[in-house]
């Protein structure tokens, strides 16, 4: 299991939002690069950042921020937030971004994915924001009509890496992962699934590491790691031991 400390980009600030609610920003963070050098530093293997703004606008915003930290780091960055066309997809690709994430246009254009994954191999993945059962849209503004499970059946080959899997009434609120949701998608699919939204503490590290979580192929962990009820060491110790690996 990977764990991605998350960078939501707002205004060039590191922030989280509550259920996705662009009112209910805490900043985190004026220097998102210095941000995720720290999360390298503290050994994380993989970074996931988010153009909030870009969500909602539809194109990239905080693309500065974005290049900044592609500069300031040397560990794998996957990007998400107004990636809707071949267009940007082929311009984060070429400015060192390791795999881009498409959600609005997976369900408004799914041909989209499919050529970008035929084009990436290995570098292109579905982000599935849902609500009660139903994949979100435009910054999970609007409420589609398409389950999270129908969706990632939609590109079961289609070439697509991982699907990013957010539970939006957790995201932000500290109250754990919906890993029976997260898990009823990931055995829907072949496709590796990773688990967002209200990752609280270590014991929600603890839990995916359980058997019956082996499906299961990483999680996403913001407000937890920067307010302190996630000890980064421990996490990655805690996940290390379960590999069989060494201590950093």
Request: net charge negative; charged share 25%.
């Amino acid at each position: 299991m990977i764990l991605f400390p998350a960078i939501d980009l707002k205004d060039g600030q590191c922030v989280r939002l509550v259920h996705g609610d662009m009112a209910q920003a805490t900043v985190f963070s004026l220097d998102p690069p210095a941000q995720a050098k720290t999360f390298e530093d503290q050994g994380f293997e993989y970074l996931h950042v988010v153009d909030l703004d870009g969500a909602f606008a539809g194109k990239p915003v905080n693309g500065q921020a974005v290049e900044g930290i592609l500069r300031n780091i040397r560990m794998p960055v996957q990007l998400g937030g107004g990636i809707r066309d071949m267009r940007t997809i082929d311009g984060w690709l070429g400015k060192g971004v390791s795999r881009v994430i498409i959600g609005t246009a997976a369900v408004r254009d799914p041909d989209l994915v499919r050529e970008a994954a035929r084009l990436n191999p290995g570098r292109i993945a579905v982000g599935i924001d849902a609500r009660d059962g139903l994949v979100a849209v435009e910054g999970w503004a609007r409420i589609s009509q398409v389950s999270a499970v129908e969706l990632g059946k939609r590109f079961e080959d289609a070439g697509v890496s991982a699907i990013i899997y957010t539970d939006i009434a957790r995201d932000g609120a500290l109250k754990g992962l919906n890993v029976e949701s997260t898990l009823a998608l990931a055995e829907a699919l072949t496709i590796p699934v990773i688990a967002s939204g209200g990752l609280a503490s270590i014991d929600d590290v603890e839990r995916l590491l359980q058997p019956d979580c082996a499906k299961i192929a990483g999680a996403i962990t913001g407000r937890a790691l920067y307010d302190g009820r996630l000890d980064a060491t421990a996490a990655l110790d805690l996940i290390r031991s379960a590999r069989g690996e060494a201590r950093a």
